[in-house]
């Protein structure tokens, strides 16, 4: 009833400055809902919780105090920014039954989400250099990835991913939204909110577009390139032993490699064949979400030191 007042209301308006949106959610029916809210609810407490040991562990454990685990770390702790963008709101709206965001939070949640997800992309590329460099270039390994080196990268693809949130954002903020002030989404993401301007969004579009490339293409062709130096290395290696080792140590990257951008294309071909933005809301779930819960999984069940790391640090915990 809420709903079919406030967009009767919203027609009769043509308004260029609004108060707010409404976010719709994954599902209508109110019993699903509330299993919607157990499940994210979970799925968030696992993700912070494994992530944050993933940070612990690294901090606390002077064995893991080397680039690959420095970035390991930046990518955890930007996981459980990622996820905390977007999950508390949507928790608290289905607790509510509110299912309204500010115009303020809205726009702040497209930006978070888009520097995190450059982000994410970055930290992926750096951490594939990193291993570039451990396996091509074993003997050189502490002197080309030495600390000041590192914390440039990381500053670099942090700045960068700000720049990039902080440009698309300000675009957003120049859109004109006339009726429809309804986001089928559980969060509000650049493409659904330039969906509902009754303004130009061509520039917008093409920004997006552009930064699309630079913060998703870039990266994703930086992993491959270090991958294919790497096979490359491996295969001449005679030893089958040294082979297996080399190889071990790009596993667990490889896999969240595979899992953060196979889910992203995964999205984006629903988002194609599908004209349900519901359905393309629930798809989005599969980058947003899955991929920042499972990370901690794969590289503490794949990464021998990682394990052996969580299991002191929390033997720590419980014996203190």
Partial sequence: MFFNRFTMNMKSINQTIVSGF?????????????????????MYLVTIIGNLLIILAARFDFHLHTPMYFFLSGLSFNDMFLVTCTIPK??????????????AGCMTQVC??????????????????????AICHPLRYRTIMNPCLCTLMIAFSLVGSMINALVNGLMVLHLSFCTELVIPHF???????????CSNTLIDNILIYISSCIFGGVPLSGIILSYSQIASTVLRMSSPEGRYKAFSTCRSHLSVVFLFYGTGFGVYISSTVTESSRKTAVA???????????????????NRNMKEAIKKFISRILFL
């Fill in 22 to 42: 409404i976010l719709l959610g994954l599902t209508d029916d109110t019993e699903l809902q509330l299993v919607i809210f157990s499940i994210f609810l979970s």
């Fill in 90 to 103: 949507m928790l608290v709206n289905i607790q509510t039954q509110d299912q309204n965001i500010t115009y």
């Fill in 112 to 133: 978070f989400v888009l520097m995190s997800v450059g982000m994410e992309n970055c930290l992926l590329a750096v951490m594939a250099y990193d291993r570039y460099v």
């Fill in 187 to 197: 969060f509000c993401e650049f493409t659904q909110i330039t969906k509902l301007a």
């Fill in 284 to 302: 989005s779930v599969l980058y947003s979400v899955v991929p920042q819960m499972m990370n901690p999984f794969i590289y503490s069940l794949r």
